[in-house]
C-alpha cells in the first residue's frame, strides 16, 4: 500500500519537526509567564484574555491564514514594518509559518500550564515568602518541579498540534520546498495529484506518531479514575 | 372541478420542472462567468445550479469517490477523458467549452510591462504560480518559464498556490509581487479589472483546453442536459469571451 519515502517527504517531515520544535520553545518563553498571570489575577482582564488564548480552539483555520494573510502583507502596517527592518514580508517564509503556529496552538500549552499551576496552591508559595525566597525563586525552585507534569503534557500537546498544522500553513506558507511544505501539506500534495501510494506512508507515519505521543501521554500521567 | 384539477397538475408538473437543480462542479478559473452563466440559464429554463468551486485535481478524486456531481468543469481536458474511461462519466458528452488563456499578473499597475520584461529583471520578490502538479494553469506556468530558459533562475521566487484562486489571492494581496493567472481572473467585460498584466504569447505554453462532462450521476436529469447545451449557447459563448478565453 505504501512506498518508500522520497527526499522530498523527509525534508517536509524535518521541516515538521522543525517548525514544531520551534513553536513549542517560543510558546514556553512567553505562555509561562501568560500561563501564570491567568492563574493568579484577580484583574478584570481575566476574562478576555483567557476568552482571546482559547480563540484558536473554535476559529476556523481559514479565518486565522486569512488574517495573517492580511496582517502580515506588505499594506498593513506590521509587513510595512517588517519591510523596514529587513526582514522582508513573512507570508511564504518559515519564521511566518512559525507566528502563525505560536497563535495557533497556544492554547494547548497555555491552558494545561495554568490548571498546573492553579493546583499548587497559595500555601507553597506563603510558605517560600516566609522564607525569603524572591518571586523568581519561588517559581523557578518550587512552582516547577510542582508542575512537572503539567509542563510536559503542555509542551507535548502544543508540539503534536503544530504537528497536526494544516490549514493556517495552506493559507500563508505558499507550498516551498523546505521552507513553508510540511508533511500535512505534502500528504494533501499527493492526494491531490492521485498519488495515493506516497500518502498512504506519510499519512501513516503521522497517524503512528500522533497515537505514540498521545498514548506515551498517558502512560506518563497518573490514572486518576477511580476504576480499580 | 375538472377544471380545478387540471390547472393543479399543470402547477404540480411546472413547479416539478421550476424546482430541478444541477449540481455542478467548477474549476476555479471560472468561477466568475460561471457566476453569470448560471444567471442566464436559470432565466432561460428555470433550472438552478448549485455551484461548486475548486481545483480540478481534488474534484476527479471526490468524483472518483462518489461525490453527487452531474456536470463537471474541468480547467483541462484529461480529467474529463480519464472520468470517460473510468465509466463515470458518459460517453461522447466531452466537449471544450472554453480555451484558457495565461497572463503574468501583479497588483501593482505599473510593475509589469507589455512584454513580460520584469521575469529577466528579477526585480521582484516572489512570483506565484499554481501547483504544476495539479492544476493545468500551474503546468503552464512553468512550460512558459521553461520556454523563456527563465526555470532555473527563478525557481527560488516561486510561491505555489493550492489553486489557481489562492495563487491570485496571494498576488492581490501583494504578498507575491508577480503571479501567473488566468486571465478571466483579471478581466471583466473585456477589460483589464486592475493591476499591470503582460498575455502570454500562446506559443510559450501547450493551450489550456477546459472540457466540460456529463456526469453518469447527471445521466437521467433533463436539466443536466440542458445545462450542458446551455453551455454552448450564445448568450453563454457571450459570457465567456467577456472574460477573456478563446472558443473552439
Redesign the interface.
Known amino acids: 500500500m505504501g512506498m518508500a519515502l522520497t527526499e522530498g517527504d523527509l525534508q517536509a517531515l524535518w521541516l515538521t519537526i522543525k517548525l514544531a520544535s520551534m513553536t513549542t520553545v517560543i510558546l514556553l518563553l512567553i505562555g509561562t509567564p501568560l500561563a501564570w498571570w491567568l492563574s493568579r489575577t484577580r484583574s478584570w482582564l481575566y476574562r478576555p484574555v483567557s476568552a482571546v488564548v482559547a480563540l484558536p480552539l473554535v476559529l476556523p483555520p481559514s479565518v486565522l491564514g486569512f488574517y495573517l494573510?492580511?496582517a502580515?502583507?506588505?499594506?498593513s502596517p506590521l509587513g510595512q514594518f517588517t519591510k523596514a527592518i529587513g526582514i522582508?514580508?513573512l507570508?511564504?517564509t518559515f519564521w511566518g509559518l512559525v507566528i502563525a503556529s505560536v497563535l495557533y496552538s497556544m492554547p494547548f500549552l497555555v491552558q494545561p500550564l495554568q490548571t498546573a499551576f492553579e493546583s499548587v496552591g497559595k500555601r507553597p508559595l506563603e510558605v517560600a515568602a516566609t522564607l525569603r525566597a524572591t518571586p523568581l525563586q519561588t517559581f523557578f525552585r518550587v512552582v516547577v518541579p510542582m508542575t512537572k507534569t503539567g509542563f510536559l503534557t503542555a509542551s507535548v500537546m502544543a508540539f503534536a498540534h503544530t504537528v497536526g498544522e494544516f490549514g493556517v500553513v495552506?493559507?500563508i506558507g505558499?507550498?516551498?520546498p523546505a521552507e513553508t511544505r510540511v508533511a500535512s501539506v505534502q500528504i494533501?500534495?499527493y492526494?491531490?495529484?492521485?498519488e495515493y501510494g506516497q500518502a498512504h506512508t506519510l499519512a501513516g507515519i503521522l497517524l503512528a506518531f500522533s497515537f505514540l505521543v498521545l498514548l506515551a501521554l498517558n502512560v506518563f500521567k497518573k490514572d486518576t479514575r477511580h476504576v480499580r | 372541478m375538472k377544471k380545478f384539477m387540471l390547472s393543479a397538475f399543470a402547477f404540480l408538473a411546472l413547479s416539478n420542472t421550476y424546482a430541478d437543480e444541477v449540481n455542478v462542479a467548477v474549476a476555479a478559473n471560472f468561477s466568475a462567468p460561471i457566476e453569470e452563466i448560471a444567471k442566464e440559464f436559470n432565466k432561460a429554463t428555470g433550472h438552478q445550479l448549485k455551484v461548486s468551486t475548486g481545483a480540478s485535481g481534488k474534484f476527479y478524486a471526490q468524483i472518483k469517490n462518489g461525490a453527487p456531481f452531474q456536470v463537471f468543469l474541468s480547467a483541462d481536458e484529461e480529467k474529463p477523458a480519464q472520468l470517460e474511461k473510468d465509466g463515470l462519466a458518459i460517453q461522447g458528452s466531452r466537449f471544450t467549452y472554453a480555451i484558457g488563456k495565461l497572463v503574468l499578473w501583479s497588483a501593482n499597475p505599473a510593475l509589469i510591462d507589455t512584454k513580460g520584461i520584469i521575469l529577466e529583471s528579477a526585480k521582484f520578490n516572489k512570483v506565484a504560480l499554481a501547483n504544476p502538479k495539479t492544476a493545468p494553469y500551474g503546468e503552464a506556468a512553468i512550460e512558459t518559464l521553461t520556454a523563456l530558459r527563465l526555470k532555473n533562475q527563478l525557481e527560488s521566487k516561486f510561491v505555489m498556490g493550492e489553486n489557481i484562486s489562492q495563487t491570485y489571492q496571494f498576488v492581490a494581496t501583494g504578498n507575491a509581487e508577480i503571479g501567473f493567472v488566468a486571465l478571466s481572473q483579471i478581466t471583466k467585460d473585456n477589460k483589464l479589472t486592475g493591476g499591470s498584466a503582460w498575455i502570454v504569447p500562446e506559443k510559450l505554453y501547450s493551450p489550456i483546453k477546459q472540457d466540460a462532462v456529463l456526469l453518469v450521476t447527471g445521466k437521467d436529469s433533463s436539466a443536466a442536459r440542458q445545462f450542458m447545451a446551455f453551455l454552448k449557447s450564445n448568450e453563454s459563448l457571450k459570457v465567456i469571451k467577456s472574460y477573456g478565453y478563446g472558443i473552439n
Not at chain 1, 502580515?72 to 499594506?75: A, E, F, I, S
Not at chain 1, 492526494?191 to 492521485?194: H, I, K, M, R, S
Request: proline residues 10%; glycine residues 14%; charged residues 10%.
Open positions: 494573510l492580511i502580515l502583507g506588505p499594506h522582508g514580508l507570508p511564504f495552506l493559507m505558499g507550498n516551498i494533501y500534495d492526494v491531490e495529484a492521485l
